[in-house]
């Protein structure tokens, strides 16, 4: 007999799902950079200036017996929550390299072509507004692409849009942001301790064994990625945001159960769910029906990998909350008489240069000469007409560039015209970008 089973509507599910799918769509991020961004500047510029000062320096410790770390609130935003945006980061670079546009050098020469071309040329570029100049050491501000705008700005065109470039466009961002950490590991990196580092490498081995040896439960990698590894960097000098990438690498992307055992485990269990559920017999005193429910639960688990559990999980709290917040705090610029002196300034002109034509020149620098040499060839559906659109969404810099900003300036005024020159420049690149794209012929047959 067929069993009818009661389900529970929740009065918040339909306030709940709209939230939820927002999170999930590749716009979000954009759009919640965009609205923290201007809260960010009306509030610095605002008679409540100095309320946005204190609040950033607001002194936060964490004490473990005798050990306390103490940290600004903005240094623990920028080493502490951007590290797990790394951590997504490296987690997206793993799936890529395993089984997506990374996977094999074809498939990788193109995107990993233009994202060299698109770190080359603008550094130079910066370099050379910058040489032997107090502003020299931002030279890798204007390097790498924010993806959560560009992808939010491309997928805002629709069906004009090849999907092929869309896949384009995120490996070419994951390239950026790997020569970008490569970049903060080797040239943005303070006096080392290199006690701390080698008992950071030792947390490292232990993840790595522990990944070797089939340890699938995340909390054994929370443990040691979080509270070994990533504090151990933190008091290195190498940034601790290297940590989440290395911890990223460390988490395991097999499966726990096979295909055919989870189809014939789920449908005996399925069988057993109907057999033991019953509508007279309330769902909280039926024990049976939970251990059935728990152990359907343990084979999605078992199928699914832990790689994919996780960036599933993170990507909304790094794109509602991490990244938001990082503007928030990062992107309060005061504007005052002195504004247009730090527009001008070689250090906003460089990033200017180097976003706004350093990147869309150097991504099609890098894509004709791979596709010249033979290594690679074009995506199908894509023209050039679309590379020049996309080389100007790959100057969108904004949350890598300001990052890389903190790294390279302490000093207050070379920071304020840097980040000057990453809002005009990302505004301008995405502008421009969005107008490219939008005016060529749609084909017919292009993919959502």
Not at 9 to 20: H, L, M, V, W
Request: contains cysteine; aromatic residues 10%; proline residues 4%.
């Amino acid at each position: 007999m067929e069993s009818r089973i009661r389900e529970h509507r929740s009065p918040f599910k339909p306030i709940i799902e709209p939230f939820q799918e927002f999170t999930h769509r590749e716009s979000a991020g954009g759009i919640l950079l965009l609205a923290a961004t201007f809260i960010a500047l009306f509030w610095a510029n605002s008679p409540w200036a100095e309320s946005y000062t204190a609040l950033w320096r607001t002194p936060i410790s964490v004490a473990v017996g005798s050990h306390t770390l103490t940290e600004s609130f903005l240094d623990w935003i920028n080493d502490g929550l951007m590290a797990m945006f790394f951590f997504v980061i490296g987690l997206e670079m793993k799936r890529e390299i395993l089984v997506g546009e990374l996977r094999s050098l074809r498939q990788a020469a193109f995107p990993l072509a233009a994202a060299i071309g698109g770190t080359i040329v603008p550094a130079l570029l910066f370099t050379a507004f910058n040489i032997n100049g107090q502003g020299q050491r931002g030279w890798a501000i204007p390097m790498a692409t924010d993806i959560a705008f560009a992808l939010g700005i491309l997928s805002l065109l629709g069906k004009r849009i090849p999907y092929s470039l869309k896949i384009f466009l995120a490996a070419l961002a994951i390239g950026d942001d790997l020569l970008a950490v490569l970049v903060i590991a080797l040239f943005y990196t303070s006096t080392i301790s290199w006690l701390n580092l080698g008992i950071g490498a030792a947390f490292l081995l232990l993840l790595i064994l522990t990944n070797v040896f089939g340890v699938r439960h995340l909390l054994v990698y929370c443990v040691f990625g979080i509270g070994g590894l990533w504090l151990a960097f933190l008091v290195s000098g190498v940034h601790a945001t290297i940590a989440g990438v290395l911890a990223a690498m460390t988490i395991p992307a097999r499966t726990g159960l096979g295909r055919r055992e989870f189809i014939t485990r789920g449908q005996r269990l399925l069988r057993r769910f109907e057999a033991v559920t019953s509508e007279d017999k309330p769902e909280l005193a039926n024990q049976e029906r939970e251990d059935v429910t728990r152990r359907l639960d343990a084979a999605v688990k078992g199928v699914d990998t832990p790689l994919q559990r996780l960036e599933h999980a993170l990507h909304p709290w790094v794109t509602v909350v991490i990244m938001p917040m990082f503007a928030l705090a990062n992107a309060g610029i005061p504007f005052g008489a002195d504004s247009f002196s730090s527009i001008a300034d070689p250090i906003a002109l460089g990033v200017m240069a180097g976003l706004l034509l350093g990147k869309p020149a150097g991504v099609l620098l890098g894509s004709w000469i791979a596709i010249t040499l033979g290594i690679a060839r074009m995506p199908e559906g894509v023209t050039w007409s679309h590379m020049i659109g996309v080389g100007f969404l790959a100057g969108i810099g904004f949350t890598m560039s300001l990052f890389i900003t903190g790294l390279a300036f302490s000093d207050e005024a070379l920071s304020l015209s840097a980040k000057a020159g990453i809002l005009l420049a990302s505004g301008g690149a995405g502008s421009s970008g969005w107008i490219i794209l939008q005016r060529i012929p749609v084909k017919i047959d292009a993919k959502i």
